[in-house]
Structure formats: C-alpha cells, structure tokens
C-alpha cells in the first residue's frame, strides 16, 4: 500500500532528510586516500546521533553499519571496515537517518583523489540521471515515467544500469512501497500522487547490470568487476512538482 504523507508528516521528512543529506555531507568530505570506511561510517554515526536522530540503517535487516559503503565495484551495501580507500577509488556512501519516526535516505559517489576519465563519466551521468528522473516525479505521472527518464539518461552511455535492486517508496518506514525501478516504459506503474514519498536511485555499472551478492549476504558487487556508481535523493510528489527532501 502506497502511504501518502500529510504536511505535518513532510516537515518531519524535510527534517530527516536534511540530517541524512548532512551526514552523506560529512562522509564525503571524509573521503580520502588512506582513510578507511570504517572511519567514514564512525564519522557519519556520531553525526545523526548529535541531531537527536537514529541511523536508519544500523540494524536494519541486521546490517552492522550506520552507512554503506561501497567501493569500486561494489554496487550497494557495501559494510565499513577496515579498508583503506586509495588514490582513484570511486566511494558510494548510502545513509539515511530516522527523525520522530520518518526516515530521511540519500546517497552519492565521491573520487578519492583523482579518478580516471572513464570513472568520471560514470559519475556524471549516474548523478544526471537521477536528476532526470526527479524532473518526472511529477503529480499524475507513473512511476514507469520516472523509470524511463533515468533510462534514457543513461542510454547514450552504454552503462549498465542494475536491474536487481530499484528505488522505493520512504516514510516511517526505510523501504515502502512503490518500488521505483531504474528502467521501464513510460505510462506505467502506479500513479504519482501529492503527498507521495519516494527515493530514487540509480545505480549504474560501467560494464554490464549483471550483480552478484557475496557470501556476507550483503555486499553487492558488479558481475564483470567493473565500477559502479549511485547517487539518491528522497522526494516528496507536491502540487508545485518534485521536491527534495534529502537537500542540504
């Protein structure tokens, strides 16, 4: 069931997101050669817990982590540790924090230094096509409209654009319904409603869609070892179009 938010229940959202939106802040900042994940996801932890917010994803499913993060291949759900980001390392931090009960969720793909052309443009045209399927998250579209927006950013590129995991509908819960996909047909899907919330992410491999999950149950890398790259924002469907919750 899709659950519309009512005003009083989108200031709470715009409060979420912004804290989620500053924690993804202040883990990219963090992103640099010798520092490890582990450190980053410490550093965002410690900054939802001082806005009097919880980590949306600690615990969550029992994952270990306040933040994911995922480096070069590995598409999502990547968990903190003790690896030691390096010179041209592409890093996707995904981090969401839970503020009076609604959930805020974001995410992006920061360069460790200097990153190669090819990374670059995997960067790029990931971070457009979200962008390109917000502009479609508009009052008595569907969801497919957003879907094939993001598709056909992506499209010129020839990248990969993973099938197995979509965006989704966010509010007192991390995960709702709909699922927003990151490829599909215009005019499909369920239709877009004021007062609706969703998070839109795609997640683009610079070779094939093709994921594979490793045995932690977690970890999700390319197929072919390629890079890969995501970038979300939570957006709320308005009578004046899309809104971005996760903004800072």
């Not at 806005?51 to 759900?77: E, W």
């Not at 099938?163 to 509908?169: A, E, I, M, P, T």
Request: proline content about 5%; overall charge negative; charged content about 20%.
């Amino acid at each position: 069931m899709i659950v519309l938010k009512n005003s009083s229940e989108l200031a709470l959202m715009r409060i979420a997101g912004r804290i989620s939106a500053q924690a993804l802040q202040v883990g990219g900042e963090m992103v640099r050669p010798g520092v490890t994940t582990g450190q980053i996801n410490q550093k965002i932890h410690n900054f939802i817990l001082s806005q009097d917010a919880i980590p949306s994803f600690l615990g969550y499913g029992g994952f270990p982590a306040s933040a994911c993060i995922s480096v070069n291949d590995t598409v999502i759900h990547g968990i903190p540790g003790d690896e030691v980001i390096e010179e041209g390392d592409i890093v996707s931090i995904d981090v969401g924090a839970v503020y009076k009960g609604f959930h805020g969720d974001n995410a992006a793909t920061f360069p460790a230094g200097k990153i190669s052309p090819e990374a670059q443009k995997l960067l790029d045209a990931t971070r457009e096509s979200l962008y390109k399927g917000i502009e479609a998250a508009v009052n008595g579209n569907r969801v497919g409209d957003i879907s094939a927006a993001v598709e056909r950013s992506i499209e010129p590129y020839g990248f990969g654009i993973v099938r197995k995991f979509v965006g989704h509908g966010v509010g007192k819960e991390m995960h709702e319904s709909p699922e927003v996909p990151n490829y599909g047909v215009p005019g499909r899907g369920p239709r877009l409603a004021v007062g609706m919330t969703i998070a839109i992410e795609p997640m683009i491999n610079l070779g094939t869609h093709d994921v594979k999950i490793l045995s932690d149950g977690w970890t999700v890398k390319t197929a072919d070892n390629s890079l890969s790259a995501h970038f979300e924002h939570s957006v709320a469907i308005t009578e004046n179009g899309p809104v971005i919750l996760t903004k800072l």
